[in-house]
């Protein structure tokens, strides 16, 4: 059974990095048949689709975020991440992570909350 | 790339069907057949409900179903139960200078 659990902190400063990591068990993140993505909600609001990638290392990004999103991944930890620089209170959200095949997410993390707050 | 344009809501009595649209553009929904809906009950992760425009995941009942139309996607919920009620939000493949997913806006579903 494939699952996924996001880590990282839960407050970030103003104009600081927010990082997160995305562990994968049950599974092989080097799997030809999926990408890696990140999908963030702001509280009481819809959802939002950040960035994903493949296992090469091939990114793709949702293009109004791509100046401040890095995502990367780790094969021998099977792991991927997700950095936004430049934080600002519209970054407060649950940020998921999740399974992808053909642009669809078939599993998800439970999501973790983080605040943008000084 | 705006969000795809869906209805804020949507109801329905028990045992009724209710219908959700999507409306994107050819750079989206009407480009291609990567048209997703997600189900969302109140503080749980999204769960994958309908993808490539009508196909559903192992365990989802048939009672979900999905269509395309041009620029605008729609997810049919036939026979409504209890535990319908939820937010939904549909989601596509889309390109401009590079390929990314957008998501609708979600709509609630209230089950009367």
């Known amino acids: 059974q494939l699952q996924l659990q996001e880590s990282g902190p839960g407050l970030v400063k103003p104009s600081e990095t927010l990082s997160l990591t995305c562990t994968v068990s049950?599974?092989?993140?080097?799997?030809?048949?999926?990408?890696w993505g990140w999908v963030r909600q702001p509280p009481g609001k819809g959802l939002e689709w950040i960035g994903s990638?493949?296992?090469?290392?091939?990114?793709y990004y949702k293009p109004s975020l791509k100046s401040r999103v890095t995502i990367s991944i780790d094969t021998s930890k099977n792991q991927f991440s997700l950095k936004v620089s430049s934080v600002t209170a519209a970054d407060t959200a649950v940020y998921y992570c999740?399974?992808?095949?053909?642009?669809?997410?078939?599993?998800w993390g439970q999501g973790t909350l983080v605040t943008v707050t000084s | 790339q705006s969000a795809l344009t869906q209805p804020p809501s949507a109801s329905g009595s028990p045992g009724q069907s209710v219908t959700i649209s999507c409306t994107g553009t050819?750079?989206?929904?009407?480009?291609?057949?990567?048209v997703s809906w997600y189900q969302q009950h109140p503080g749980k992760a999204p769960k994958l409900i309908i993808y490539e425009v009508n196909k559903r995941p192992s365990g989802v009942p048939d009672r979900f179903s999905g269509s395309k139309s041009g620029n605008t996607a729609s997810l049919t919920v036939s026979g409504l139960q209890a535990e319908d009620e939820a937010d939904y939000y549909c989601?596509?493949?889309?390109?401009?200078?590079?390929?990314?997913?957008?998501f609708g806006g979600g709509t609630k579903v209230t089950v009367l």
């Open positions: 049950g599974g092989s993140i080097s799997s030809s048949a999926y990408h």
């Open positions: 989601s596509s493949h889309a390109v401009t200078d590079s390929a990314y997913v957008l």
């Open positions: 990638i493949y296992f090469t290392g091939t990114t």
């Open positions: 050819s750079s989206d929904i009407g480009g291609y057949i990567y």
């Open positions: 999740a399974r992808e095949e053909k642009s669809s997410a078939s599993s």
